[in-house]
Nanobody, 124 residues
Framework: QVQVVESGGGLVQAGGSLRLSCAAS???????MGWFRQTPGKEREFVAT????????YYADSVKGRFTISRENAKNTVYLQLNSLKLEDTAVYYC??????????????????WGQGTQVTVSP
């Protein structure tokens, strides 16, 4: 049984930091992990992705230089460090898995298993 569970969301002031965690279980090797976010009335937006094997990372331009994706394979866990948070970063953040295809996947349709999301709210 595949499970993807996000945690770490919360309320933080603009300019502050937050770390999100994503624990994935029941999935085999050769897959990537990605973070997406979504606000009401908008489509789910790519944030960052990392290859479970290889360490390749890729970020959306909107978060580049502020967010960092990392992994701890021994725990099957992926993290998203959110720094210098802006009001527009407010969203539900989702973690998802994608079969590794040799290049970063940035489309929602490329991901197969999704977590339920964790809310990040940035206040003034």
């Amino acid at each position: 049984q595949v499970q993807v569970v996000e945690s770490g969301g919360g309320l933080v002031q603009a300019g502050g930091s937050l770390r999100l965690s994503c624990a994935a279980s029941g999935i085999g090797s050769n897959y990537a992990m990605g973070w997406f976010r979504q606000t009401p009335g908008k489509e789910r937006e790519f944030v960052a992705t990392i290859s479970w094997t290889g360490g390749t990372t890729y970020y959306a331009d909107s978060v580049k230089g502020r967010f960092t994706i990392s992994r701890e394979n021994a725990k099957n866990t992926v993290y998203l460090q959110l720094n210098s948070l802006k009001l527009e970063d407010t969203a539900v953040y989702y973690c998802a898995t994608a079969p590794w295809r040799g290049v970063a996947s940035i489309k929602t349709l490329q991901y197969d298993y999704w977590g339920q999301g964790t809310q990040v709210t940035v206040s003034p």
